[in-house]
T-cell receptor
């Protein structure tokens, strides 16, 4: 199984540009998440989804948007890139907490210049 | 949100057991205790989770205090590959699945 697949792995954006980070999972998990991790820091939750058509804000949602049209896909959109969004972005999926842990993707390293 | 407290760093020697502590004094009755680890330049990896009883799996054991205000992740025989940042997290939100990561404990394993 592929698990959680993120694309691209690396990207450099100019200030003001937009992009979509893709995330797909093949485990039929209802729950999906986007985190960002700044150098030397822990992960911060951007957005999460408990099922297709349902999304909610995490700790640091400003500057980002998400959609969840299918169980498998949970793209993250950056509309106007800013240097403060330079970070590593991780997508994850899970079943309910009682049934096991998150599966994380390998991350997207984004630099905004 | 309920928070956890972990030491910033710990050291261990290869082949020895490691006990990684975590305090969560404000835990609620329905919060699951999760442990993840993150190797350098990788995404976090699930280690173990539990609610009230001690748990064992192939990677580690989780010992949960009777009052649930603390827990300990036990690596029975540390290897160099176990060097990572270990996160203790309380599962919150609907069905306890929304995880808030702290700074974790950097585990160094000496050969």
């Amino acid at each position: 199984n592929a698990g959680v697949t993120q694309t691209p792995k690396f990207r450099i954006l100019k200030i003001g540009q937009s992009m979509t980070l893709q995330c797909t999972q093949d485990m039929n998990h209802n729950y999906m998440y986007w985190y960002r991790q700044d150098p030397g820091m822990g992960l911060k939750l951007i957005y999460y989804s408990v099922g297709a058509g349902i999304t909610d804000k995490g700790e640091v949602p400003n500057g980002y948007n998400v959609s969840r049209s299918t169980t498998e896909d949970f793209p993250l959109r950056l509309e106007l890139a800013a240097p403060s969004q330079t970070s590593v972005y991780f997508c994850a999926s899970s079943r309910p907490a009682s049934q096991g842990g998150y599966t994380f993707g390998s991350g997207t390293r984004l630099t905004v210049v | 949100d309920a928070k956890t407290t972990q030491p910033n760093s710990m050291e261990s020697n290869e082949e020895e057991p490691v006990h990684l502590p975590c305090n969560h004094s404000t835990i609620s009755g329905t919060d699951y205790i999760h442990w993840y680890r993150q190797l350098p330049s990788q995404g976090p990896e699930y280690v173990i989770h539990g609610l009230t009883s001690n748990v064992n799996n192939r990677m580690a054991s989780l010992a949960i205090a009777e009052d649930r205000k603390s827990s300990t992740l036990i690596l029975h025989r540390a290897t160099l590959r176990d060097a990572a940042v270990y996160y203790c997290i309380l599962g919150q939100g609907t069905s306890g699945s929304r995880l808030t990561f702290g700074e974790g404990t950097q585990l160094t394993v000496n050969p």
